[in-house]
């Protein structure tokens, strides 16, 4: 007994060790895990707004899903930083957050995570690698279609719809951009929405449907407004600007590029400062005011000089950096396979221990039941003997019954044998008689009458012997009479 109790506790010890292998903090705190969640959604909503806020709560979000083992609230926090960051134009820092972020999600199996983090990564392609970022939006829409997500299938159809307006396919970016429209008005997501609208204003403008390019773009720089989607709002005023220098409406131009300075300085995006002050160049130009469009057009020189210098080396550093995401990927692949060896050579130790316990346990068990054993095989022994004793007893007491009964059954043969001749004899006689007297009656040497008389005295003789062995049979005259 004391060792079985011995196996059951080791088992129940190795069944507490081998748990803790997959114990995660998360699963005991679900308060922390909804408040990194909520100061997650809240990030992202300010995204737009002021993309360096967005780090600040992702990086607070992320040490806190640190502390607890939150893998979700590491991977989201992490994602949600990268998007920032590819606000801001730091593409390499952006890079690294997404690769980041994706192996987190691959690690807990999130599907939806992982679209995103490809949606995303699809987005930094944009800017210079339009194939590529196609390869990334398909990978996340076949994920999306698998779930049926509709508001992801809309953000990556917005995202494609630029990457064939890049490629001057107009035509096929703006089906995209209605079939995401669609979608986002189903699941009322204004701020995409808007920027959605924006998109469409934008092709317009390059079809030279200028009219529906202005309405498109006023109505969606009114909406940014409102929801105070800073960048967005920049980013539409630049179109506003080009749209309305290209109709000669200075006035209007002045005051939109004046109203996107203002906004791009908000989001501190150098990259659209850079643009409005190519069209300041271009407003003062068509103004023949040549002298402030020199000073603008030596200012926007400037910058795209330090911007191509920069472009490239964050290309480069965009493909290092994929390099060492994949060999960091290939490294932790290689640390969880030696894991889980590790946790199947401890279990197995720990099976065969158990396994040697359980053979000695067994094997004390059976010698103390073979032991038992043999003491009850002895006992059934001793029964066996004095149950032979009696069966030799009974079987000479049955010979002798047997010896007796054999000399009864001789002394009644010989007996039967005596009857069987005296009554052979006895009946021959009268039936014998009863022969000659039908012989005698067939040839009329003797009367019927007289020869019934006689008759009669034949059968009379046959009953007596009848009668004689019948008494004979029961024992009633066992004396025969000669």
Do not use: W
Not at 96 to 123: M, R
Not at 230 to 244: C, G, K, M, P, Q
Not at 324 to 349: G, I, M, P, T, Y
Not at 447 to 470: P, Y
């Amino acid at each position: 007994m004391k060792i079985y109790l011995f196996i059951i506790g080791l088992l129940l010890l190795m069944s507490s060790k081998a748990s803790s292998f997959n114990f995660h903090a998360d699963d005991i705190m679900g308060t922390d895990t909804a408040q990194i969640s909520q100061s997650l959604i809240q990030g992202y909503t300010l995204r737009l707004t002021n993309p360096t806020q967005t780090i600040e709560i992702g990086e607070k979000a992320l040490k806190e899903s640190r502390k607890i083992n939150f893998i979700y609230g590491i991977g989201e926090s992490l994602r949600i930083i990268g998007i920032a960051n590819s606000y801001l134009n730091h593409t390499t820092l952006a890079i690294n957050n997404y690769l980041s972020a994706l192996n987190y999600f691959q690690q807990i199996n999130d599907l939806p995570s992982e679209a995103k983090v490809y949606n995303n990564i699809g987005n930094l392609y944009t800017s210079f690698d339009n194939l590529q970022a196609l390869t990334f939006f398909n990978k996340a829409l076949v994920i999306a279609n698998k779930l049926g997500n509709k508001h992801l299938i809309a953000s990556i159809y917005l995202n494609m719809g630029i990457v064939y307006f890049r490629e001057n396919s107009f035509l096929k970016a703006i089906d995209y951009y209605n079939n995401s429209l669609k979608l986002l008005n189903l699941v009322k997501d204004t701020t995409l929405q808007v920027i959605c609208k924006q998109n469409i204003g934008v092709i317009f403008f390059n079809l030279k449907q200028y009219d529906k390019a202005y309405t498109m773009l006023i109505e969606a720089n009114k909406s940014a407004k409102e929801l105070a989607l800073n960048r967005t709002v920049a980013s539409i005023d630049i179109t506003l600007a080009e749209l309305f220098i290209s109709q000669s409406k200075y006035k209007e131009a002045d005051k939109i590029i004046s109203e996107g300075m203002n906004y791009a300085s908000i989001v501190k995006s150098t990259q659209i400062v850079s643009n409005f002050r190519y069209y300041s160049y271009l407003l003062e130009f068509k103004r023949k005011n040549y002298k402030q469009a020199v000073l603008n057009l030596y200012t926007v020189y400037q910058r795209d000089s330090i911007d191509h210098d920069k472009g490239i080396i964050t290309q480069i550093e965009f493909i290092r950096e994929q390099a060492r995401a994949a060999e960091r990927k290939r490294e932790n692949e290689r640390l969880l396979d030696n894991q889980k060896l590790d946790r199947v050579k401890f279990l197995a130790s720990v099976a065969i221990t158990v396994l040697l316990i359980a053979s000695v346990g067994l094997l004390f068990s059976n010698v103390k039941r073979k032991a038992k054993t043999n003491i009850q095989l002895r006992a059934l022994n001793d029964e066996v003997l004095k149950q032979k004793q009696m069966v030799e007893q009974i079987n000479l007491h049955l010979e002798e019954i047997i010896l007796d009964r054999t000399k009864e059954l001789q002394q009644k043969n010989v007996k039967l044998e005596s009857y069987s001749s005296y009554l052979s004899h006895q009946i021959r006689g009268p039936i014998s008689s009863l022969k000659g007297l039908l012989n005698i009656e067939k040839d009329g040497l003797v009367g019927k009458q007289e020869c019934i008389d006689m008759m009669n005295v034949c059968v009379n003789d046959i009953d007596k012997i009848i009668l004689e062995i019948n008494e004979m049979l029961n024992g009633e005259n066992e004396n025969l009479p000669f």
